[in-house]
């Protein structure tokens, strides 16, 4: 059997970006020492869909 440390949110599309930058900062303090590598996968993804929304393209991040 594996172990596994599951975190679940749920995000209030409401106030999507408070509870994403929260979801962000509780990956990370379970994550010590991967923060980079977590960091640029999503600044890497966020660049993308940042690019893609201000050219006025569909985001649809995959």
């Given at each position: ?6 975190l679940?949110?749920?995000v ?10 929260e979801?962000?900062t509780a990956?990370l ?10 960091l640029h ?22």
């Amino acid at each position: 059997m594996k172990k596994r440390c599951l975190l679940e949110f749920t995000v209030d599309v409401t106030t999507a970006a408070a509870d994403l930058t929260e979801m962000i900062t509780a990956v990370l303090a379970v994550n010590p020492g991967r923060e980079l590598e977590i960091l640029h996968a999503l600044d890497e993804k966020i660049g993308l869909a940042l690019a893609a929304a201000e050219g006025g393209e569909d985001i649809g991040i995959n």
